[in-house]
């Protein structure tokens, strides 16, 4: 079945330590999203990356990184930078970026906690 | 810019009772409008979605929803609520440009009493 893959499930670090969330689709799906989830708060966007090797910027990048270097994968590096890095952190993807009346899909999430 | 309120935190409805969960957007031209639902722990999925013609939609699970225009509205609907209903609803509305970018309701807690 194709889907969204995204591990560990549950992550645990010490503050000041980077950490990479893993996300891989096997949709054939462009377009590439990562959302932080706070209670209360809804999805916000980090990261998104309409095609390989090009990535933006969404409305709370700082403290992450990321890279797409296939169109299946797209980590999510949480640096030592990210003030206030626990989280659940979902993965979505799209047909394509430009494809706004498709719906995203969606992986079941990696939840961070940093102590 | 795209903006989208969910007015209830919370609802607790009785198993069998009705259910209407509210959704407000803010979009300049024509919205394209999603439903998504979120079982504790897991990932979205989504319910249904609107971007033109019948302004009544019918998604999964028995649920529906109806845009309308005037009121800047797409509120969600079942006639008669299962407990396995009980989960987290998030409205969104997409883009016409903006990389297909979706913007998310902080939304809204469902929960079933038996």
């Known amino acids: 079945d194709g889907g969204i893959t995204q591990s560990p499930k549950y992550l645990f670090r010490k503050e000041g330590q980077n950490v990479t969330l893993s996300c891989e689709q096997n949709?054939?799906?462009?377009?590439m999203y990562w959302y932080r989830q706070d209670p209360g708060q809804g999805l916000r966007l980090i990261y998104y990356s309409q095609i390989v090797n090009d990535f933006q910027k969404g409305d709370i990048a700082e403290g992450y990184s990321v890279s797409r270097e296939k169109k299946e994968s797209f980590p999510l590096t949480v640096t030592s930078a990210q003030k206030n890095p626990t989280a659940f952190y979902l993965c979505?993807?799209?047909?394509?970026?430009?494809?706004?009346?498709?719906?995203?899909?969606f992986g079941n999430g990696t939840r961070l906690t940093v102590t | 810019a795209q903006s989208v309120t969910q007015p209830d935190i919370h609802i607790t409805v009785s198993e069998g009772a009705s259910l209407e969960l509210r959704c407000n957007y803010s979009y300049g031209a024509t919205p394209y409008l999603f439903w998504y639902v979120q079982s504790p722990g897991q990932g979205l999925q989504l319910l249904l979605k609107y971007f033109s013609g019948d302004t009544l939609v019918q998604g999964i699970k028995g649920f529906e929803a109806e845009f309308k225009r005037s009121q800047s509205s797409f509120n969600l609907r079942k006639p008669s609520v299962h407990w396995s209903d009980a989960a987290e609803y998030f409205c969104a509305v997409g883009a016409s440009a903006n990389a297909g970018k979706s913007t998310f309701g902080d939304g809204t807690t469902l929960t079933v009493k038996p």
């Open positions: 949709l054939n799906h462009d377009a």
């Open positions: 979505a993807s799209r047909v394509y970026s430009d494809s706004y009346n498709s719906p995203l899909h």
